[in-house]
């Protein structure tokens, strides 16, 4: 067995996005050995992409899976298009405006109530309730990504977030009433001043992101993170997942005796420095390696081609790069990371990134 794991480039600007398409199986035989999934969709112009993607290098009009990790628009805009325009098994996605129950008396706001907290999520998070219109409408069957849940060949399992967490999560979404008393969540969706940006010099061996300091939002949080396994290949899809929702993922996972069988991770939330931590990175894909050590896994962050520094944060790029990553972002280009594959006709190797010794403060 064999995968394909494509980036394709969201963002001709400085708006990032993820759009991802895979497939595994015996990649030289025929349709029905295969499994093609697409991971969120991007915005509209990277639906189109996604669907002539999927066309021309995988030869289908047929995708098994289709998961949008959580209701932002960057995520879920192309996804429009490809229900539109591919024939869809199955989507994964949360639905919000379903989990209203008992929800009106955790804000501030008396004449809240459970059925109003559905509509203003309905509304809050449009693209994501029309594309989960669209497909009732064509009776595609849908199911949320909750831990636990796995796909019909038993390779793609959802190892975060919970039912629970998720419940915890949704009083802080976009656009939702004040809660009557302040969150962590709402403090950052009250929105940092801007700073001048320094830069400072990073080392080897000190990691200079944290386990704490500012945080996602809890839309972010609620993404789902999805596990792949190809034949003792592991590959780990963590769409705007933040460093609490990391964390949880990885303790389902468990102390694993060895991290050798990561092949692929993507780089949560296109490379804020705000997603992740040195905790939970060890625990995903192991400690800080020796300088000389070769790489041992894929990396790959999504990023606009105008996104630096905030996407990516170089501090990011280089927790990875020193626990044995090879490095790729997409910036304006699309990537491919993949094994026992067929070769593609006017695709070259990628250039990884080097170690940053100058970074973002």
């Not at 940006?197 to 839309?219: A, C, H, P, V, Y």
Request: proline letters at 4%; hydrophobic letters at 35%; one cysteine or more.
């Amino acid at each position: 067995m064999g995968y394909e794991v494509d980036f394709l480039a969201v963002g001709d600007e400085s708006k990032s996005g993820d759009a991802i398409a895979l497939r595994f199986g015996d990649l030289e035989g025929s349709r029905e050995e295969q499994t093609v999934v697409i991971i969120d969709g991007g915005y509209k112009k990277s639906g189109d992409e996604l669907v002539i993607h999927i066309k021309e290098h995988y030869d289908t009009d047929v995708v098994d899976l289709v998961i949008l990790t959580h209701p932002d628009s960057d995520h879920a805009s192309g996804l429009h298009v490809v229900l539109e325009e591919l024939t869809v098994k199955k989507l994964w996605m949360h639905k919000p405006w379903e989990h209203n129950e008992g929800k009106a008396i955790q804000f501030e706001d008396g004449r809240i109530t459970d059925a109003s907290i559905g509509e203003r999520l309905k509304k809050a998070l449009e693209t994501a309730y029309t594309l989960y219109q669209l497909a009732e409408k064509k009776n595609i069957p849908i199911e949320e990504p909750f831990t636990k849940v796995t796909d019909e060949t038993g390779n793609i399992q959802v190892i975060g977030p919970t039912h629970e967490y998720y419940n915890e999560l949704i009083v802080d979404f976009s656009r939702m009433p004040e809660v009557k008393s302040e969150s962590t969540q709402q403090t950052f969706l009250d929105k940092a001043k801007e700073k001048v940006l320094d830069w400072i010099s990073d080392k080897w061996n000190i990691d200079l992101i944290t386990d704490d300091g500012e945080t996602t939002s809890s839309q972010n949080h609620s993404s789902a993170i999805v596990h792949i396994n190809v034949e003792g290949k592991r590959l780990l899809f963590t769409g705007d997942a933040g460093r609490e929702s990391l964390q949880k993922a990885a303790d389902y996972l468990g102390n694993l005796d060895s991290l050798d069988d990561l092949a692929f991770i993507q780089i949560p939330h296109h490379g804020s420095f705000r997603n992740i931590g040195p905790t939970v990175l060890n625990q995903l894909v192991g400690e800080i390696k020796d300088k000389n050590n070769k790489p041992q896994f894929s990396a790959f962050c999504s990023s606009a081609k105008n996104g630096a520094p905030k996407h990516p944060s170089k501090k990011v790029l280089n927790a990875f790069t020193r626990r044995g990553a090879r490095v790729l972002v997409t910036a304006g280009s699309g990537k491919c990371s993949p094994k026992d594959a067929p070769d593609r006709e006017g695709w070259s190797t990628a250039t990884p990134e080097p170690f940053h010794d100058d970074v973002e403060a």
